[in-house]
């Protein structure tokens, strides 16, 4: 009798019938280790990683991409990717990352930073990168503030937010305004697609594998560099739960960065 | 044997490629040499000058404070290096530009005047090889052929065509100073 | 091979790419930038990379990703840059990838002068670089050393996992010499060593990094790499002398120097002073046995260095107080001539007594 013809509880009457029966529709992408991620919990680094991960193993690049982790919460992230990876210092993964493609220009180069990282530290490594046209992924990973070290204010804090630094909340006037570079960036002719994207709700994640493939497909395809900035939570420096901290993204930070296409190089823009 | 050159002037009067010419032909001839020039703010506009050593033996400091030789070629260069010749040295001087008479009374001097020299040949800019010409007949320090194939290397390419009149220029300051010291004559003309 | 007059930043420069440089990753500064605009000619004609960095620490930090892919790469700069540097360098020791960096000094500290100096002897030999390591550190005192020095330096480098420093200063960087340039090879048989980053193709991933959390496993890597520091320390140490069989007096000098200290080594010689010199060629490792074992057959020292006095620590704890040791330096670009030295040498030799105008200073034990 064949498969399509037994009710359910036939099926599982019969295992050996039940296994033949069930199909694979979710796994562990290749390109992600077996490793425990060493993030909080309702951190969105686990997602990203895994949306990365999904998108090197569609484009089937996996055994020639080389990554650069950065300093922050993501300095480990080399052990959850199984392509070979480099540790940089504190910004300087783009500078990292353009050494490594310029002697290796078939392989296929990503950083993935934070945002004290790429738009503090790193500003002048990020900037001249894209000047250069570096034919590199860039991943930007923005929770508002300092992470690892303890939730202090970055570039990026939100103009009243409370972090250990900015105990009184982020003050314009003495500590300035959010620094949204990623728009700024998309204005450099050598960058080929910049986005930013946000990871609050399943709709914006699967948008955001999107935007990371175009990222890919700008260095593949030889087109410029391609960064996007993704939206991201973090509950533990927040004092938030984790639905309380997608909703802070949603509510707080979507309005200060809002989401979109800010560059998309016309090779791309059909797939977009 | 080790002699020490000091070539000075002004930015833009060729000190250092005179210099350089000096030191090409001595690594030619198969001696040891060092060329050293200052390359302070001076290098723009003001003095410049660099040190030649040459020797038969490895060169150990490439700079010396009383040079055995000084080719000055204007006067703030002659103010300032006259005083340092070594005791029995030789100053070349700029006539064309250095109008006042020399102080040192224990120093070999020649006076030629490289600008005129080198107006007559076509341009001023060769009044460096004028001098370096008149060092060399002088001295004879290196034969005046070796510094003529030097010039044929290493003349840049945008003077490529005054390499005749840079040749005669040698020649001329080389002349002049034989003409002053007809004793070097024989060593020079190998 | 006939040789040919070549400046010592664009000697050093040809002689990398002879000794098979595949990378160049540079910042202008003086007075080492005729080397960056040496390589901006020569590396795409090769077929190599030149790139112009925004910085010196973007430099430093690109050589360390093309580094970590096992592929000879370099930068050049002068103190200041160095400075900079210091962070990179760290993370290229720790991550034991090779790395090859020349150092033309200048006048210091800040923004000092572009004159010739000596003033990084502490942050190049001593520190460079956050942790505990010591980089390779070659001084030549000639051009030609230069180029024979930087030859091998990327075998080094590549042998030892470990960073190579070429510590010259403006007067080595500017001047011209006679030089026989070696023929072009490659470094390590121009393929990627085994631990290379090229991509997970066939073979488990592989991680190039500097962070250890565990306590445990950072004190392994620090004796580890302390280990390795010991090997280089028993096989890489280099020095010159000149005439100290019967020296009754040394000289300790480096670099350009070492090589003025000669001149005055000859003089002092033709007025019957029994001096010597000894010349250390590898700064780190120090060549401590070999300095040790002259210092029981002469009756004094006398270091001469264009800073105020920063090998004479490593020559006093070798020395300890066997002899007496003098120092003479000068420093702010001021280079000490035989002149200079020849004074020093008659004080330290009980000759004269006193010359303070050339800041002779004995040092106390």
Redesign the interface.
Known sequence: MAIAELTPPQIASRPEVALAAMQVVYKRPEAL?EAYTHYCPGCSHGVIHRLIAEVIDELGI?????A??PVGCA??A??Y?????????HG?AP??????K???PD?IVFTYQGDGDLASIGT??I??ACARGELLTVIFVNNSLYGMTGGQMAPTTLPGQVTTSSPYGRDIRQQGWPLHITEMLAMMPGVAYAARRSTHAPAEIRKAKKAIELAFRAQIEGLGLGIVEILSSCPTNWGLSPMEALAFVRDKMVPVYPLGDFKVHQALAARA | MEKSVIFAGFGGQGVLFAGQLLAYAAAEEGLYVTWIPSYGPEMRGGTANCTVVVGDEPIGSPLVRNPDIVVAMNLPSADKYEPLVRRGGLLVLNGSLVKRPVQRHDIDVIVIPANDIAESLGSVKLANVVMLGALIGATGLLPLSAIARALAEHLPERHRHLLAANEEALRQGADFAMRMWPEVVAAVSV | MAKTLWKGNEALAEAALRAGVKAFFGYPITPQTELLEYMARRMPELGRVFLQAESELAAINMLYGTACTGTPAMTSSSSPGISLMQEGLSYIAASEVPAVIVDIMRGGPGLGNIQPSQGDYFQVVKSAGHGDYHAIVLAPATVQEAVDLMYISFDLAFKYRHIVIILGDGTLGQMMEPVEMPPFKEVNGGEPPAWALTGAAGRPHRVITSLYLSAERLEALNLHLQEKLARIKENEVRYDTTMVEDAEYLIVAFGTVGRIAQSAVRQARTTGLKVGLFRPITLWPFPERELDALIERVQGVLVVEMNAGQMLEDVQRVVKDRVPVHFLGRMGGIIPLPDDILPALHTLCGLVRSRNGHRVRPVPA
């Open positions: 280790t996996r055994e020639r991409t080389i650069v982790a300095v480990l080399y052990e990717f199984t392509v070979d990876a480099a540790e940089a210092a300087r500078a990292m990352a353009t050494g490594i310029r002697v290796l392989r002048n490594e900037v001249h």
